[in-house]
């Protein structure tokens, strides 16, 4: 698709503009919009959209993450869409990139210097911040996918005025984003709230962390399909009762012991499997969420859907441009 393309590549179309802008009037015009960059990293699929700065997304494409390829090629995978979606700000939205926001599956370096997604083997400490303000030429910002989906769904979605909660993500991998007194937590390396990690099963299945009975390990789409030989998208009902178990017994844990009161959950496996999964889960938290604080927590699908993890990158290089214009150190 690349290769016999016939359009400008992003960086051409916008210094095209640029300069014809300049020659006109000096500066660019003021009804040109600006807009974030917002790129997901997930463990099968890449996307790339634009958001404004009210949080919509007006554009986006998708590509499936070839696992033959190496290191190169898969960010080569991200390049594609990655300039087509800024040739497409200029040219379709009147529109002008002003940050890059990404949301990658971990682990992660903060802001996404490297990253190293469990589920993309070849990419092991990759360069990825790097490598992308290479190609746009604009400020990148990062985070863990999960960790933006918070920031989306506490900014425009259903943790909308809450301020403890979680969000996480159960699909090809298992994450979360946890925020406490109004703050998402960082943690020492920039990596709290894998709650994929949290031990469900004792004794279960390895995980890919190296630990046995993690929840990913039991309630990931990869996961469950080598438990059950089905694929996750034509699950059995007692399939979906037991990851939304799983999931409710997981977050239970996390919720007694940070006094939150609402899960915010995403992601492929959960929102397809629907209401049986969150009446399992929302039974296994209520059964283990007995404290006086934490009885009443509820578990609730993500409003966002499948906008989310974008709306999250998306918000993600929003954050970056603020704490960058206040001075802050820019994490
Ligand atoms: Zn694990």
């Not at 503009?17 to 099968?44: C, E, W």
């Not at 903060?110 to 990419?123: D, F, G, K, M, R």
Request: with cysteine; net charge neutral.
């Amino acid at each position: 698709m690349a290769a016999c393309r016939s359009e400008p590549t992003a960086p051409e179309a916008i210094r095209a503009l640029k300069n014809r802008l300049t020659l006109i009037d000096g500066h660019y015009p003021s009804q040109l919009m600006d807009v974030v960059l917002a790129i997901d990293i997930g463990g099968t699929k890449m996307a790339a959209g634009l958001m404004t700065m009210a949080g919509e997304l007006i554009d986006f494409e998708r590509v499936e993450i070839d696992h033959s390829l190496n290191a190169a090629g898969v960010f080569a995978q991200l390049r594609e869409i990655v300039e087509s979606q800024l040739a497409r700000a200029v040219g379709h939205h009147q529109a002008r990139p002003v940050v890059v926001g990404v949301g990658s599956a971990g682990p992660v370096t903060p802001n996404c210097a490297t990253v190293s997604p469990l589920n993309i083997a070849v990419w092991r400490d990759y360069p990825l911040r790097d490598r992308l303000q290479a190609i746009t030429q604009l400020p990148v910002y990062g985070d863990l996918d999960a960790k933006a989906l918070a920031l989306a769904e506490g900014w425009v979605g259903a943790a909308v005025g809450r301020k403890n909660f979680m969000a996480m993500v159960v699909s090809t991998g298992v994450g979360g984003g946890i925020v406490i007194d109004g703050q998402l937590l960082d943690g020492a390396t920039g990596n709290a709230g894998h709650i994929g990690h949290v031990i469900v099963e004792p004794n279960g299945r390895r995980c890919v962390c190296g630990a046995r009975g993690c929840l990913e390990a039991e309630a990931s789409g990869p996961a469950i399909e080598a438990i059950t030989g089905r694929s996750p998208t034509e699950p059995t009902y007692d399939i979906m009762v037991r990851t939304g178990k799983l999931v409710g017994r997981a977050v239970a844990s996390v919720c007694n012991a940070l006094d939150l009161d609402l899960v915010v959950v995403g992601g492929s496996v959960a929102l397809g499997f629907g209401a049986t999964f969150f009446n399992a889960a929302q039974d296994s938290l209520s059964e283990h969420c007995q404290l006086s604080f934490s009885r009443g927590v509820r578990i609730t699908p993500a409003r966002l859907e499948d906008r989310g993890p974008l709306i999250g990158a998306g918000a993600v290089g929003m954050r970056g441009m603020h704490r960058n214009a206040r001075g802050a150190s820019a994490r």
